[in-house]
Each structure stands twice: as structure tokens, then as C-alpha cells.
């Protein structure tokens, strides 16, 4: 397996604009997570689905912030409009139920909005 | 307060030398206990992870964990130039590990 994809790897957008974040995560596995990643408040945990269902959004933000998840292969999250202080990497990950002793950090998108 | 404090750090060694990276956690519920690695511009990776008191080793890698001190270390032994990398603690009152808490993380440096 190629891991969790995400795209882009790197992004860097105008305040107001909206932002589509992806990630692809390990054929099989049942939970995504999505993550932020500042040297301010290191890395949070922002919303996570099972099974394609959003289970705990407590970490998003603000309203500003949604994510989806069409099917077990897809997710996005979706930034609009965006501000400066949203520049950060965002990381996806995923794992198994069978072997939730790992979760599968993806590569990051490294946001910046100027 | 933050619910995962580790060693402000950086910290260095010499090569060969014992690294030693802390972490405190808030939770007394907290359940299991993970240990990523993070090179720099990379993502995280598991090292270790622990759910009972006492020692956990895998190759040169010690977990150690007390929870009534609510207190979990990561021991490096024979410490080598590439385990230069900042190191996150991550705490969750489950099993699955997407769901931790994080640590700010503790830079280390091993210098040969």
C-alpha cells in the first residue's frame, strides 16, 4: 500500500479564499483523522470519522472549518474563508479497528495563507 | 496547564550516550501511551507505544510508564546520529491511537 496520500503537499492561498485539503487514507483501514501541526499549539487533533461518520469534531476551530468523508477512500477538509493564522501543516491519518495500536500519519499539507 | 508536558528541550547527547525524553500527563484515565518520532519536515511515526506500568523495550528503545505519577519516559540507548529528530509523546484515554492528545515535543540531538 502507498500509505495516506495527501494532496497538495504544499498550498498557499489569498485570506478569504477557500481551501480543499485531501487525503486518501490506507485501503482498509476504518478511521481517519485530521490533524494541525503550529509551533504554537504543536499538533491537534481536529475531527475523526469511522466508517465514513464524523465522531468527534471538538478540535475544529471555528465554523470556518468542515471536513467530509463521501467514501472510505476520500476525505476533505475545507477551510473558507481562510485567514492568515490558518497557515500550518495539516496532517491526515488513518487505522485499523483489527490493529488500532498505530495510526498512519500521511505526508501534511503545508498551508499558508498570506 | 497542558494535558501532555514533555522536556522543553532541545536536548543533546553524544553519540552512544543514553537519551532520556520525559512526559506528564493530566488524565488519570489516559489508558495507553505512544511515542512518535518527527524528522524535520516529515510526518509522525510510531516508535513505541505502552498501556501498563513498567518497562517496554524494542531494540534500543525503553518506554517506561507510572501511572499513579502519571509519568511516561522514553530511554534511546547506544544513541546514533540518525535518532536526531523531535520526539512527541501522545496520550489517550482509549486504545486507538488516531485519537491521542499530543505533546509538544522534545527536540533531540545526537552529536558524533
Known amino acids: 500500500d502507498a500509505g495516506v496520500i495527501q494532496s497538495p503537499r504544499h498550498e498557499v492561498t489569498e485570506m478569504g479564499q477557500e481551501v480543499t485539503l485531501r487525503c486518501k487514507p490506507i485501503s482498509g483501514h476504518d478511521y481517519l483523522f485530521w490533524y494541525r501541526q503550529t509551533m504554537m499549539r504543536g499538533l491537534e487533533l481536529l475531527i475523526y470519522f469511522n466508517n465514513n461518520v464524523p465522531i468527534d469534531d471538538s478540535g475544529m476551530p471555528e465554523d470556518r472549518f468542515s471536513a467530509k468523508m463521501p467514501n472510505a477512500s476520500f476525505s476533505t477538509l475545507k477551510i473558507q474563508p481562510s485567514e492568515p493564522r490558518d497557515s500550518a501543516v495539516y496532517f491526515c491519518a488513518s487505522s485499523s479497528t483489527e490493529k488500532n495500536t498505530e495510526a498512519f500519519f500521511g505526508q501534511g499539507t503545508r498551508l499558508t495563507v498570506v | 496547564q497542558k494535558e501532555v508536558e514533555q522536556n522543553s528541550g532541545p536536548l543533546s547527547v553524544p553519540e552512544g550516550a543514553i537519551a532520556s525524553l520525559n512526559c506528564t500527563y493530566s488524565d488519570r484515565g489516559s489508558q495507553s501511551f505512544f511515542w512518535y518520532r518527527q524528522y524535520s519536515g516529515k510526518s509522525p511515526e510510531l516508535i513505541m507505544f505502552i498501556y501498563s506500568n513498567g518497562d517496554k523495550e524494542d531494540g534500543r528503545f525503553t518506554a517506561q510508564l507510572n501511572k499513579a505519577s502519571q509519568y511516561v519516559s522514553l530511554l534511546i540507548r547506544d544513541s546514533q546520529p540518525s535518532d536526531s529528530a523531535t520526539y512527541l509523546c501522545?496520550?489517550?484515554?482509549?486504545?486507538?491511537?488516531?485519537?491521542?492528545?499530543f505533546g509538544d515535543g522534545t527536540t533531540l540531538t545526537v552529536k558524533p
Open positions: 501522545a496520550v489517550n484515554e482509549g486504545t486507538n491511537a488516531g485519537k491521542s492528545t
